[in-house]
């Protein structure tokens, strides 16, 4: 299984960005996803998580309405659409992935997810 995430770059405050994260070995329709990032110093922190039925979204409270994630079934990938972004939200951006079920909140913790994507770098600045 390779997760594969692009879309970061260089963007001003209250900008936007789309990212994207593809995957070859499964099928992301038939799991649960994630992003996550993380900031020089700091833990890897939740982001929003996606049940497997693509129904339900959870978002961490900082994104507070600016985050979207999307699953884009047609070509197996998830985006997540981030806007009126902040340099607070400067950070490596990963996606990540599950078959395995959450439940109690274990969809915020980075040992809840199997595969992660390589990260993509989100700088926010003017």
């Known amino acids: 299984v390779q997760l594969q995430a692009s879309g970061g770059g260089l963007v001003q405050p209250g900008g936007e960005l789309r990212l994207s994260c593809a995957a070859s070995?499964?099928?992301?329709?038939?799991?649960?996803v994630g992003w996550f990032r993380q900031s020089p110093g700091k833990e890897r922190e939740f982001v929003v998580a996606?049940?497997?039925?693509?129904?339900?979204?959870i978002y961490a409270d900082f994104v507070k309405g600016r985050f979207t994630i999307h699953r884009d079934t047609a070509k197996n990938a998830i985006h997540l659409q981030m806007n009126s972004l902040e340099p607070e939200d400067s950070a490596v951006y990963y996606c990540?992935?599950?078959?395995?079920?959450?439940?109690?909140?274990?969809?915020?913790?980075?040992?809840?997810?199997?595969?992660w994507g390589q990260g993509t770098q989100v700088t926010v600045s003017s």
């Open positions: 070995g499964l099928t992301f329709s038939n799991n649960n």
């Open positions: 990540a992935v599950t078959s395995r079920n959450w439940n109690s909140g274990s969809f915020k913790y980075a040992r809840s997810y199997d595969y």
């Open positions: 996606s049940f497997r039925s693509g129904r339900q979204m």
